[in-house]
């Protein structure tokens, strides 16, 4: 509901609740105070709307009653002349607003709906505290999604299985994150993980420190090294960025994959190696292959147990519950009290399209636990003049955040209609219009038998 409106002269309640439900709102009236007080708790999502004179319990007694039960629920007084002194105190009590009797339909619709968007941050901040100390932090990539859920179950399945793995997923999407969880799922958890970033070493030192090298084996070598690969014997070695791997390094990684050896540099001295491969790529490795840029013998030897990490964009519903997350975990990190949700935030997060994935909510909640947000958007405001790119049409947004609110409904009850049509408010046939509308495939998010 989005407003119960309180006032004991049946007339004058009836045309209220007639004018502001012909402005889109649903409204509970109520004949008392005591009416209201009976059906209210701290989980009601509107505002409410009271006149103070009434018999028995009047609208500031109300106003108290409901202040103690949330103090955080909008309250809108409605007063004639005389009470407007008192309505002033109320608010300094903490009511949201009053209204002089008689006031414009116009400002009582005003109001209420500067209220309902307090309330619904309000609420909002709630649930995201909620769901955030609810996150188990040795979870992987937090998600309600199904593609989640399916990827956490397969993790599962893989972590003691002790096969080579592919993992692809986007920049950002949490590649690094899947290795560690198969490391630490699995019997190789008390042996170290060892990571590589075959993108990030040159061409000139990779084989050194993925091989090892004697001393004197090339110019600078001036003693031993144990290279990564051997390092990880017994535990598990991650590859990230395969796909930047040199042709002729593909083909010594394909022998240690077929043979678990290895061969240092400057000896032929062969040594066994006991690991997992765990290796990721940010590209379809197979396209690659049908190129030439990659041996298709070693994205074999490599695809026996592929996982894909779906990007932010391909599970929005998520995106709350990581921000959540995230911004919980940076104002601990910062030493402060994680910040209340605001609009401008809220905005974000449901129109952004998220190219730098997880990693690029992350960073952005350490600016909101920072306060740097509101500067961002204050000086983004003052050069929009020189902006080159035109904002998304006001259509398109409020389609976005629609389409985002019946996904989240539908991931949150598993796909089931009756419930999801609950919990949005609206008609079935509503909503089956809207799954339309949106390309929403309601499958996807039904439960697992």
Request: aromatic fraction near 6%.
């Amino acid at each position: 509901m989005d407003v119960a409106f309180i006032d004991d002269d049946d007339v004058l309640r009836a045309a209220n609740v007639q004018a502001l439900m012909l402005a889109g709102l649903t409204v509970m009236p109520f004949a008392s105070a005591e009416a209201a007080l009976d059906d209210l708790d701290e989980t009601f999502p509107g505002v409410v709307v009271s006149d103070v004179r009434m018999p028995r319990m009047d609208g500031l007694t109300l106003f108290r009653h409901l202040k103690c039960m949330d103090a955080d629920l909008p309250v809108i007084l409605i007063t004639g002349h005389g009470d407007i002194a008192m309505a002033v105190d109320a608010m300094r009590e903490g009511a949201y607003d009053f209204l002089a009797k008689p006031y414009p339909m116009d400002r009582l619709l005003s109001a209420v709906r500067h209220a309902l968007e307090k309330r619904r941050l309000v609420l909002e901040n709630r649930d995201l505290k909620r769901r955030a100390e609810q996150v188990d932090d040795d979870e992987p990539l937090i998600g309600i999604a199904p593609a989640m859920a399916r990827l956490r179950q397969m993790l599962r399945q893989l972590a003691d299985a002790d096969v080579d793995v592919l993992v692809e997923g986007e920049t950002g999407a949490g590649k690094e994150v899947v290795a560690n969880a198969l490391h630490r799922w699995s019997r190789r958890a008390n042996r170290p993980l060892v990571a590589v970033n075959c993108g990030a070493l040159p061409e000139s030192m990779i084989e050194s420190e993925l091989f090892g090298h004697e001393a004197g084996a090339f110019t600078g070598a001036l003693k031993k090294r144990v290279g990564r690969i051997e390092h990880a014997s017994g535990g598990t070695l991650f590859l990230d960025e395969i796909e930047a791997m040199s042709p002729a390094l593909q083909v010594k990684l394909l022998r240690v994959l077929e043979a678990r050896e290895v061969t240092p540099l400057g000896t032929n001295e062969v040594k066994r190696v006991n690991l997992r491969v765990v290796a990721a790529s940010k590209i379809d490795l197979i396209d690659l292959v049908k190129k030439g840029e990659f041996r298709e013998d070693l994205y074999y030897r490599l695809h026996v147990a592929t996982l894909r990490i779906p990007p932010l964009r391909e599970r929005r519903e998520d995106v709350p519950l990581l921000f959540g997350h995230f911004l919980t975990r940076a104002a601990q990190r910062f030493g402060r009290e994680p910040p209340p949700l605001t609009a401008t935030v809220r905005r974000h997060l449901d129109g952004h399209g998220w190219p730098g994935n997880v990693r690029e909510l992350a960073h952005y909640a350490e600016r909101v636990a920072l306060g740097l947000v509101a500067e961002e958007s204050a000086a983004a405001t003052s050069d929009a003049g020189a902006a080159t790119a035109a904002p998304t049409p006001l259509p398109e947004r409020v389609d976005a955040f629609e389409a985002a609110e019946i996904r989240a409904a539908l991931a949150a009850t598993k796909g089931d209609v009756q419930s999801a049509v609950r919990t949005l408010g609206i008609p079935r046939k509503t909503f089956y219009d809207k799954l339309r509308r949106h390309g929403i495939d309601q499958g996807r998010y039904r439960a697992e038998k």
